[in-house]
């Protein structure tokens, strides 16, 4: 069995095809190493592009939120969507302006949402979504009741016409540039956890998990 | 004068209006602490999220690409983009798995960009990109020839509809949960730079700069 992903249209990449990458074990490195997706939908004729966290579940994301959302009841109704996630891995510092660039990860997902309906379900995704945020984090606090799963839409998205693009190394300068006496290289990037800050009324007794202390994205 | 942007119908939130935030000076920050943008179009009834580095200038942000590019050519002819701009601070880790959130700030634009067609302004526009990419590089490095100028696509988009959205702070959980003997509060997250890597055709005498080395976003 292929573990490919079939290009489309609208995923392929037309200007630097060796960018493209529609491997599924590096769509899903990139969507588990990330958990802030750009959601992109049209209301009114209007794109709108919102940030939002996801789980993912084998081949399908899911996403959540508030029942009183307008964006997750359009969303529900299946209208068509562009979901996008992007890791910045760092600068690429070229000898000239021009060729100047960010290494980064991105993946490209084309699709429409379902709405979740089954309450098994629902909480499956709720804590693949909470346990892609921080790992060990579900079992240690208070599940949802009946009432959070009803004030909660969940939307399932299948990954299934998908594409990432990728930039990684160094700088490509021009052969002429390359005797110019400036350093050049990659600034690597990368979100990282800083100390944990205690809620004012946690009882100061109570330290932070293993987990949350220890907290990386890779 | 007011500092403030005027709320759309595009750009008001509806839901927890307290998160929303029409203060320039507030958009500014989060535009200039930020450099990757993600762009929402709309092609053949699809809508597209593409991430894309930018620059700000007073009340205009730029972004740019190759004059190849398909996107920037269909961006190039004015059709309505919505421009969102995320930051993530933090994880917020409440005693309930309902009340876990992410803090961070985003902004959201609305509007139509325009292609830069003067030489002038379409070098300032590059320099102030290149800029808000590393502070200090654009006099270390060959300027963009005329060809290279040629080559590349300078969109200009007005911030003139454009709004905020920040959270902030500890968890908010349900009063009878306070009681739960479990950590809770926030982890911060941050783009951090790492250990700049020289190019494999660098010089080695030749070391990091100041602002490569020192480099951070805030």
Redesign the interface.
């Given at each position: 069995m292929s573990n490919k992903i079939e290009p489309t249209e609208?995923t392929s990449l037309?200007?630097i095809p060796n960018r493209g990458n529609f491997d599924r074990e590096v769509i899903n490195s990139i969507l588990d190493e990330a958990f802030?997706c750009?959601?992109?939908?049209?209301a009114n004729?209007?794109?709108?592009?919102?940030?939002t966290?996801y789980g993912r579940v084998g081949d399908e994301m899911y996403i959540h939120g508030?029942a009183?959302?307008?964006m997750m009841k359009s969303l529900a109704d299946g209208i068509?969507?562009?979901?996008?996630v992007?890791l910045?891995d760092?600068?690429v510092?070229?000898?000239?302006?021009?060729h100047?660039s960010?290494n980064?990860r991105?993946i490209?997902i084309?699709g429409n949402a379902e709405m979740v309906t089954g309450e098994d379900e629902k909480r499956k995704a709720?804590?693949a979504f909470?346990e892609h945020?921080?790992p060990g984090?579900?079992n240690?606090?208070?599940?949802?009741?009946e009432l959070?799963l009803k004030a909660?839409i969940v939307l399932r998205l299948p990954i299934s016409e998908a594409s990432a693009k990728v930039r990684t190394g160094?700088?490509v300068d021009d052969e002429e540039?390359?005797s110019?006496?400036?350093?050049?290289?990659?600034?690597?990037?990368?979100?990282?956890?800083?100390?944990?800050?205690?809620?004012?009324?946690?009882?100061p007794s109570?330290?932070?998990?293993e987990y949350?202390q220890r907290?990386k994205r890779f």
């Amino acid at each position: 069995m292929s573990n490919k992903i079939e290009p489309t249209e609208k995923t392929s990449l037309k200007r630097i095809p060796n960018r493209g990458n529609f491997d599924r074990e590096v769509i899903n490195s990139i969507l588990d190493e990330a958990f802030i997706c750009h959601v992109g939908f049209v209301a009114n004729g209007q794109p709108f592009v919102i940030p939002t966290a996801y789980g993912r579940v084998g081949d399908e994301m899911y996403i959540h939120g508030s029942a009183a959302s307008r964006m997750m009841k359009s969303l529900a109704d299946g209208i068509d969507l562009c979901v996008t996630v992007t890791l910045i891995d760092g600068l690429v510092l070229a000898r000239s302006a021009f060729h100047h660039s960010i290494n980064y990860r991105s993946i490209v997902i084309i699709g429409n949402a379902e709405m979740v309906t089954g309450e098994d379900e629902k909480r499956k995704a709720l804590e693949a979504f909470t346990e892609h945020l921080i790992p060990g984090r579900w079992n240690d606090v208070r599940q949802p009741t009946e009432l959070e799963l009803k004030a909660t839409i969940v939307l399932r998205l299948p990954i299934s016409e998908a594409s990432a693009k990728v930039r990684t190394g160094d700088p490509v300068d021009d052969e002429e540039d390359y005797s110019i006496p400036v350093w050049a290289g990659v600034l690597p990037l990368a979100l990282k956890a800083g100390e944990p800050i205690d809620d004012a009324r946690l009882d100061p007794s109570i330290k932070p998990q293993e987990y949350v202390q220890r907290y990386k994205r890779f």
